[in-house]
């Protein structure tokens, strides 16, 4: 059984989270608790395996709570987070002081709609339950990034693009590795499942931590070297070609295994161009799930050289482990290694 504190103010949300892991057959509700003093004192007593904790509470907010937590107690945290972009910098933040992931939460009069997001919520705690403690308590503990030295020009060749998948995990292990890339780098894509209002918001933030231009990919953006794109929340990111150069394609449609913007629809893009491909790097980090690892290994058999995050390094070793099943990396690498060694491949 995975044993469930539920940490929120709102009286109708902690009914509403307490009603939905009650019908799990595998999901105990232990305790609840109204303020993070109180939770304080539950985890002492109740020791539960996951917590879902609100981000805007009375006494200390759940910023604050979470940091507190993760240097005295690491444990997994799904984060209650208000699904704007007043609220995404705070999620952001809390992805980066250890947060597993997070949850979407209705407006204050409509907080019964939660129940209508029952599956994924029950996912993401079951996912949480087994996710890489050591991991994010070590993301936890680091100091924290304000500002960074521009890592020096290596002479990298910069036909091929650098292409990278990811989900759960993903915003604080994109953010390590681009912060170590040099500022030559070719243009690099990204498709990190997340919510439309969250992707700007993390643009913005690696923008403002590395000298290479970095957006939310816009349809019809001519793709550049030095310029890194991320696919927006709820719209699938392909990598088109017109004439002798590359431009970014986005576009509503069907989710592709269950998620919009998803990774398999960016890699495959990259496998209809062979001449690109030949000539790329495709990049599987942590996440949930299996998408993009069939995908990964097309991009392999198309002539990419393929790089899988290892599973010590991961917060949760879904799609870098189905990828690695199929056989669709060329190197598992832990995420620190990364960097150096696209660098090493893509020197002149």
Not at 38 to 66: C, Q
Not at 263 to 285: R, T
Request: glycine fraction near 8%.
């Amino acid at each position: 059984m995975i044993k469930v504190l539920i940490v929120d103010d709102s009286i109708l949300i902690r009914k509403v989270l307490t009603e939905v892991f009650s019908k799990q057959s595998d999901i105990e509700v232990v305790g609840t608790a109204a303020d993070p003093l109180i939770a304080r004192e539950k985890i002492k007593t109740l020791n539960p395996d996951v917590i879902t904790l609100d981000i805007e509470m009375p006494k200390m907010d759940g910023i604050t709570f979470l940091r507190n937590l993760m240097r005295l107690r690491p444990m997994p945290v799904v984060m209650i987070s208000t699904l704007t972009q007043k609220g995404a910098p705070s999620t952001l933040e809390a992805l980066e002081l250890g947060a597993v992931d997070y949850i979407g939460k209705p407006s204050a009069d409509k907080p019964e709609l939660l129940a209508e997001y029952a599956e994924e919520i029950v996912e993401k705690v079951r996912m949480a339950s087994v996710a890489n403690i050591n991991r994010l308590e070590l993301q936890a503990n680091r100091p924290p990034v304000k500002s960074l030295k521009p890592v020096p020009k290596q002479g990298l060749k910069r036909d091929g693009f650098i292409i990278i998948g990811a989900s759960t995990g993903g915003t604080e292990a994109i953010r390590e590795l681009l912060c170590m890339m040099p500022v030559d780098t070719p243009p690099i894509v990204i498709t990190q499942h997340i919510p439309p209002v969250f992707s700007a918001s993390f643009a913005k933030r690696i923008d403002n931590l590395i000298p290479q231009t970095v957006s939310e990919a816009q349809d019809g953006d001519k793709i550049l070297a030095g310029h890194i794109y991320i696919a927006p929340g709820d719209r699938h990111f392909e990598v088109v070609q017109k004439g002798a150069h590359y431009y970014c394609s986005v576009y509503d449609g069907e989710r592709v295994n269950l998620h919009k913007p998803s990774v398999e629809v960016l890699f495959d893009s990259i496998v209809k161009l062979p001449q690109l491909a030949k000539s790329s790097i495709g990049i599987m980090l942590t996440g949930m799930g299996a998408d993009g690892a069939d995908a990964m290994l097309r991009l392999k058999q198309t002539g990419c050289y393929n790089i899988i995050q290892d599973k010590d390094s991961s917060v949760v070793w879904g799609m870098p482990g189905a990828a690695a099943e199929l056989g669709a990396g060329d190197s598992i690498l832990p995420l620190h290694t990364i960097a150096g060694h696209i660098v090493n491949r893509l020197k002149k």
